[in-house]
């Protein structure tokens, strides 16, 4: 008996595998602990939860890879790296350093100023950008999981910014500038640089710390 | 030259942003090692970063990336941190269909030749011979279908495996589902005892209620196969394999063979 090839009416998600998944294992923060099980699912070689991977953060992806290079046509080559060393290193990430949307972001950034180097060819930075070694923790009742009302603060205080504190965030972060390049280029005293740019974080780091309100 | 804390401490924010020369980041990752402050503002740093890149106005991909995005990154193989048993990757799972499906089509197509040059050469051209050679090569245009079906299941983006093992009527057999929501699902079985005559092997796809995904139909080298799309609107949560008469049920009646759950 042969049976009809028949296409099922509609695909079959794997959230609620995950989700159950997470449940069992008890974790407190369910999208941390979906998508730690998917860079485990695509450790194992599940392409489809690289799909996921990539309709959870690839517009994230892009948007950073996009701010640095300024260029559609290589922000999308970034993408396409970014996702790709994902695949082939869903293994090595240890959920106690770093959020997954981090790590990627992370890596993005890293992937993002070598291209930008690469295409200003600058001879005196042709080393690539290593991705920082995050010390492990284990998270506790503040998980290393950005809320979006923290996110809404950092933006809030950006904007509040002058152009003072604004610029050395910007070309430290998104330029991938050291603080004496940053001082060559504002052409600033070294020492001015580096009290800007301490003070600019000090204020971004105070508004992702402070408590939510209930 | 050891340096003091505060000095080390103030490589945290470049040591984030990856623009400390190879020495400095060598020494403050020493450090950092065993300073609980530091490990702290560097994961505060980092999540500065994030909140930043999170921060931006968001630029919308274009449509199209996510398919290059995909087709790039499994183009490699997975670099799995140790191997487990499930950690083979889609790529070997690629090369076993690879097998699959050569195998099928060198057979057939050997068979069909030799089969051909026999008849010629015999010159026995018989109807009945002729009707004979027509059946296998509909057999054969079959096994090729199979053999793409095969294919397309287990390149599909949403593959999944699932490992079946052998119950209390078989305890030795074991198998394995590759299901693909979208494209269908390949079953193949080894170590199954031989039939008795009447009998054969039915695959249920277990979803709210058991579903036929087919007769088991033995291969050449002494396992059982299926190769089907079987038509399941909710998620299935097991596999099994029962005996059933020939031709079939719709529903399983006879014993278990295996089973394995999503």
């Known amino acids: 008996m042969r049976l009809t090839l028949l296409r099922p009416p509609r695909p079959i998600g794997f959230r609620d595998r995950q989700l159950l998944h997470c449940r069992r294992v008890g974790i407190r923060n369910e999208a941390a602990d979906v998508d730690a099980f998917r860079m485990k699912r695509i450790a194992a070689g599940d392409s489809s939860a690289l799909a996921e991977l990539y309709d959870a953060h690839g517009s994230a992806v892009y948007t950073l890879a996009h701010r640095i290079l300024r260029h ?12 790709a060393q994902a695949w082939r290193q869903a293994g090595r990430y240890d959920p106690n350093r770093a959020s997954v949307a981090g790590w990627l972001l992370m890596i993005t950034r890293a992937r993002a100023l070598d291209a930008l180097r690469a295409r200003e060819a600058r001879p005196d930075r042709t080393h690539s950008i290593e991705l920082p070694e995050l ?15 923290a996110i809404e603060r950092v933006r809030a205080v950006m904007r509040e910014f002058d152009e003072t504190l604004r610029v050395p965030v910007e070309l430290a972060y998104f330029e991938g500038l050291s603080q004496s390049e940053i001082a060559e280029r504002l052409n600033q005293p070294l020492g001015t640089v580096k009290t800007r740019l301490r003070n600019a974080v000090a204020k971004l780091r105070e508004a992702l710390n402070q408590r939510e309100e209930p | 030259m050891n340096r003091d804390h505060d000095s080390l401490a103030a490589l945290a924010h470049d040591y984030v942003l990856g ?15 065993g300073c609980d402050e ?18 931006l106005d968001v630029s919308e991909p274009p449509a199209g990336l996510r398919a290059r995005v995909l087709a790039r990154a499994t183009a490699s193989p997975v670099a799995a941190p140790a191997p487990t048993r499930q950690g083979r990757a889609t790529w070997q799972w690629l090369a076993i269909a690879a097998t699959i499906v050569a195998t ?57 495996r699932i490992d079946l093992s052998g119950q209390a009527a078989a305890p030795g057999a074991a198998g394995r589902v590759f299901w693909s929501p979208t494209s269908g699902l390949v079953f193949a079985a080894t170590n199954l005892p031989e039939l008795p005559p009447g009998r054969v092997y039915q695959l249920w796809v277990v979803a709210d209620q058991p579903i036929s995904a087919g007769i088991a139909e033995p291969s050449s080298r002494g396992g059982f196969s299926v190769v089907t799309s079987p038509s399941v609107t909710s998620r299935p949560k097991a596999f099994a394999l029962t005996i059933e008469p020939t031709g079939g049920r719709p529903a399983p009646t006879g014993a278990m063979f295996l089973l394995g759950s999503m």
């Open chain 2, 104 to 160: 099928i089509m060198t057979g057939a197509t050997v068979y069909y030749r030799s089969e051909t040059a026999r008849l010629r050469a015999a010159g026995a051209q018989s109807a009945q011979r002729i009707e004979s050679l027509e059946q296998q090569v509909a057999a054969l245009r079959t096994n090729a279908e199979t053999a793409a079906q095969t294919t397309t299941v287990l390149t599909a983006a949403d593959l999944a």
């Open chain 2, 19 to 33: 623009s400390l020369s190879d020495a400095d980041e060598r020494e403050f990752r020493e450090h950092l090692a």
């Open chain 1, 72 to 83: 559609p046509g290589d922000a999308e080559e970034v993408v396409q790296e970014v996702f």
């Open chain 2, 38 to 55: 530091c490990q702290r503002a560097v994961r505060d740093l980092a999540l500065v970063g994030e909140a930043l890149a999170r921060s």
């Open chain 1, 135 to 149: 010390p492990a923790h284990n998270p506790g009742p503040e998980m290393t999981l950005l809320s979006s009302d």
